[in-house]
């Protein structure tokens, strides 16, 4: 269960990612159009400002760079990136490619800090559920095998038929 719910939380997260360049590359679109390289490169230097993105460029339809930035940050030791692409398009035409370099590390550090809370949390509401099973079978089995008070047996009127 726990590697089930590890494995959604990294889809999700890679999910967002992908919604991320897609936001990116239609706001590059739009910039294209107009030819604006500095909203362009304003663009690139935001998308390259957020700790899980290594670079960003923004390239033409034949390949050529455009705008482009590394991240600020110096890449972390053992990071492991990988290079998305999103395609610019303007209708069914091509203007252009985003191209983000991603520290994969960076990208599933929230996904594993999450999973990490909601196992504790999950242990400890177990743990709990635990304890008050133990506690309503105990309550049940003084009360099953009570026996009866004998000076409320001596009280009780007799039955006469």
């Known amino acids: 269960m726990q590697t089930t719910s590890m494995q959604e939380l990294q889809q999700h997260s890679q999910q967002l990612l992908r919604l991320t360049a897609q936001q990116a590359a239609h706001e590059a679109q739009y910039w294209l159009t107009q030819d604006d390289t500095d909203r362009l490169q304003k663009l690139v230097d935001d998308i390259s400002q957020r700790p899980m993105f290594l670079a960003a460029a923004v390239k033409n339809r034949y390949g050529q760079s455009l705008t482009s930035r590394a991240a600020t940050s110096p890449a972390v030791r053992g990071s492991r990136p990988f290079v998305m692409v999103e395609e610019i398009r303007d209708g069914s035409q091509i203007s252009g490619y ?24 999950g242990q400890f509401l177990l743990g709990f559920a635990l304890l008050a099973g133990v506690f309503i079978a105990v309550t049940f089995n003084r009360w099953r095998y009570r026996r009866p008070d004998r000076s409320a047996l001596a009280k009780a009127p007799a039955k006469t038929s």
Do not use: C, F, G, N
Request: charged fraction near 15%; glycine fraction near 0%; charge should be neutral.
């Open 98 to 121: 985003l191209q983000l370099t991603v520290d994969e590390r960076q990208l599933l550090a929230a996904p594993i800090k999450t999973h990490a809370y909601l196992s504790y949390y």
